[in-house]
Nanobody, 124 residues
Framework: QVQLVESEGGLVQPGGSLRLSCAASGRTFSSMGWFRQAPGKEREFVALVFRSAGNTYYADSVKGRFTISRHSDRNTVFLQMNRMTADDTAVYYC???????????????????WGQGTQVTVSS
């Protein structure tokens, strides 16, 4: 059985940092990343480690503040979030797939597996 299990999110003050992790079990994925969904909004692409080459891609809204990385076992992915703002408040979802092509990485429908989601709140 394939599972993606995210670490617990939490409450962060504006300007603060938080690190999320996601562990995959049941199979190995070539691409793993993160989406998020804020209240009343659609799911939004955040970041991705793409295929075995490990190229990384980011949403413009997080570029320069968030860093995605992958453990050498290829089954764990991390999202380091720095200089966080209220706009980063959302449920964060780990995603994974083996059939991604570059033109579709921002499309939620392109991913085969999703984690259960973890709440991240940025507030003073």
């Amino acid at each position: 059985q394939v599972q993606l299990v995210e670490s617990e999110g939490g409450l962060v003050q504006p300007g603060g940092s938080l690190r999320l992790s996601c562990a995959a079990s049941g199979r190995t994925f070539s691409s793993m990343g993160w989406f998020r969904q804020a209240p009343g909004k659609e799911r939004e692409f955040v970041a991705l480690v793409f295929r075995s080459a490990g190229n990384t891609y980011y949403a413009d809204s997080v570029k320069g503040r968030f860093t995605i990385s992958r453990h050498s076992d290829r089954n764990t992915v991390f999202l380091q979030m720095n200089r966080m703002t209220a706009d980063d408040t959302a449920v964060y979802y780990c995603v994974a797939g083996n059939r991604l092509i570059l033109s579709t990485i921002r499309n939620p429908d392109a991913y085969d597996y999703w984690g259960q989601g973890t709440q991240v709140t940025v507030s003073s």
